[in-house]
């Protein structure tokens, strides 16, 4: 945490309530690829989802009738305009939209089959302590997935990203946030790292939790990715 950009909760709500009027049709626009591609994958599960840092709730209309979802965010503007969709759309499969710190969650150890967190851990104050909570709820054997953006140490986009480092809290996310960042979790086995559209800006990492006392492999280096390598796995891969 001492090389990123500090990030309070409150400025994080601020900058929240500010965006959550226009979300949809801006930020919202611009991840739709990486939502979609997302919940298709979640979609060839069964069980108990968590989305953590459910925003708006743009994603819960995806989700197959037979999976129950629950929903948290810090922020109650973008909670609103969540439960007003899922009322809108008769989304029944969704268990419950809370309002939920996601480094100290009310839920029990082991409570869900997937975890996901889509563009949330270039906000939250403590990405490390998120991370360990994703992997707390989720069960042994379920899978944590994390969307999100992951900064170059070089080129163009590097510089620009360092740039824009200093407008952190004004903007409500990170654009400086290295992946090693990420990789904090004995317990999470990392098996698949998927460039995403648009320009490969974000990126989907897919975790398995290890059963308890399992040995866990080393994760791949920051920048490599295990998709289309020998014991890799590509999504339309993964049986259901």
């Known amino acids: 945490m001492s090389k990123l950009t500090e990030m309070k909760e409150e400025a994080v709500r601020r900058a929240y309530a500010r965006w959550a009027p226009v979300y949809d049709m801006t930020f919202g626009l611009v991840a739709e690829f990486g939502r979609s591609r997302t919940v298709d994958f979640i979609n060839r599960r069964r069980g108990r989802v968590l989305e953590v840092g459910v925003g708006t709730g743009m994603s819960l209309p995806r989700y197959r009738p037979e999976i129950e979802v629950t929903g948290i965010d810090l922020s109650p503007e973008m ?7 899922v009322a809108r759309r008769g989304l029944d499969n969704v268990a419950a939209i809370e309002e939920m710190d996601a480094s100290d969650m ?8 997937v975890v996901v967190a ?8 403590d990405p490390e302590r998120v ?3 994703l992997a707390r709820v ?3 054997g379920g899978e944590v997935l994390v969307v999100n953006h992951f900064s ?6 590097g510089a620009v ?10 903007l409500g996310w990170r654009p400086e946030f290295p992946l ?4 904090v979790c004995e317990d999470l086995e990392l098996k698949e790292e998927q460039p995403l559209k648009p320009f490969g800006l974000f990126t989907m990492l897919r975790f398995v939790k290890t059963e308890p006392g399992a040995a866990r492999p080393l994760a791949p280096k920051s920048g490599t990715s295990t998709v289309g390598q020998p014991g890799g796995v590509r999504v339309g891969d993964v049986p259901a």
């Open 152 to 157: 170059q140490d070089h080129g163009i986009r």
């Open 118 to 125: 889509m563009y949330v851990m270039t906000v939250v104050p």
């Open 161 to 170: 990203e360092k740039g824009m480092a200093r407008f952190a809290e004004a």
């Open 138 to 140: 989720c069960r042994p």
């Open 79 to 85: 909670l609103a305009k969540a439960r007003a969709r």
């Open 180 to 183: 090693d960042t990420v990789l």
């Open 106 to 113: 009310a839920f029990e150890d082991n409570s869900f089959d």
């Open 131 to 133: 991370m360990r909570e």
